[in-house]
């Protein structure tokens, strides 16, 4: 008899597995998806004057806040240290808050500020500190930045006199051509430059005081304790290599291997026409 062969099958039970990993990777986001989230962050950022919460560059009245300071800046700085409260509550202490002022955290700078609720001003220090400054927000000065239109500011407004009927507008900014056309300054005449040197140097002549005794000697001077003629500033200069006996007509790299005599054969030197010069004298 043929026997018949049951096969069994067996097959896997998923049940148990809530979420199945299908791939390694996370799937991609729809476009679909990205499109809604970036258009939501841009309208965040588009036409608001307040700037994006996290970006730390929106004290400047000149910075707009972009898709970019979202995707970098994120939420900024949520909570601040514990070393700045506790600074930050040292500083209350000392200066406290008047009334309508009060302090807020700024996500973007990761420090608090102080807001006045009845005029809109802020400041960075209490509005006690002797150093605290008082102005409007980033925020109100961008916005009357933007109210202000490019034409207004190249219009010059004109000014109102006594009467209503007569008005003078300002002086328009001059064009290169009228420049152009203006004569060069003059200047300086030479009698005029004679004029100044000369009352320079009478000014000069005033405040100097000669010497009392121009016939006193310096004590270091040679002249002072020898038979030495007294010199001037330009004795020595002419005949210096007569004295020393150095050759100073050595040129180039000679000049500094010229040879120095030895002090005797200066002093012989001297000596000779020391009596020369008397010899010179005595035939006289």
Not at 17 to 28: H, K, L, N, R, T
Not at 30 to 43: A, V, Y
Not at 69 to 78: E, K, L, M, Q, R
């Given at each position: 008899p043929e026997s018949i062969q049951n096969e069994e099958i067996i097959a896997e039970d998923y049940d148990?597995?809530?979420?199945?990993?299908?791939?390694?990777?996370?799937?991609?986001?729809?476009?679909?998806?990205?499109?809604?989230?970036?258009?939501?962050?841009?309208?965040?950022?588009?036409?608001?004057?307040?700037?994006?919460?996290g970006c730390p560059n929106k004290y400047n009245i000149f910075h707009r806040c972009?898709?970019?300071?979202?995707?970098?800046?994120?939420?900024?700085?949520?909570?601040?240290?514990e070393e700045y409260l506790r600074r930050k509550e040292k500083l209350l202490k000392r200066y406290p808050l008047p009334k309508y002022w009060s302090e807020v955290?700024?996500?973007g700078c990761g420090s608090h500020y102080y807001w006045n609720s009845q005029d809109d001003t802020v400041s960075w220090l209490p509005p006690t500190h002797p150093k605290s400054h008082i102005s409007k927000s980033a925020a109100a000065l961008r916005r009357e930045l933007d109210e202000v239109s490019p034409e207004d500011d190249l219009e010059f407004p004109p000014v109102q006199l006594q009467t209503d009927t007569e008005m003078i507008p300002l002086p328009q900014p001059e064009s290169d051509y009228v420049k152009s056309q203006m004569p060069?300054?003059?200047?300086?005449?030479?009698?005029d430059l004679e004029k100044a040197i000369k009352a320079k140097s009478e000014r000069r002549s005033r405040g100097y005081k000669p010497p009392k005794d121009l016939d006193v000697i310096d004590p270091m001077d040679p002249a002072s304790y020898s038979d030495i003629p007294r010199g001037t500033w330009a004795s020595g200069l002419d005949h210096e290599d007569k004295k020393s006996g150095v050759d100073t007509t050595a040129p180039g790299s000679l000049f500094q291997m010229?040879?120095?005599?030895?002090?005797?054969?200066?002093?012989?030197?001297?000596?000779?026409?020391?009596?020369?010069?008397?010899?010179?004298?005595?035939?006289?």
């Open positions: 148990d597995i809530e979420d199945p990993a299908q791939y390694d990777f996370e799937p991609v986001k729809k476009p679909q998806d990205n499109f809604w989230s970036e258009s939501l962050k841009r309208r965040i950022t588009e036409g608001n004057n307040l700037g994006y919460k972009t898709l970019f300071c979202i995707n970098n800046w994120g939420d900024g700085i949520v909570t601040p240290s955290f700024d996500e060069p300054p003059k200047k300086t005449k030479s009698r010229r040879p120095y005599p030895s002090p005797g054969a200066i002093l012989r030197n001297k000596k000779a026409q020391e009596s020369g010069n008397s010899d010179d004298s005595d035939e006289e």
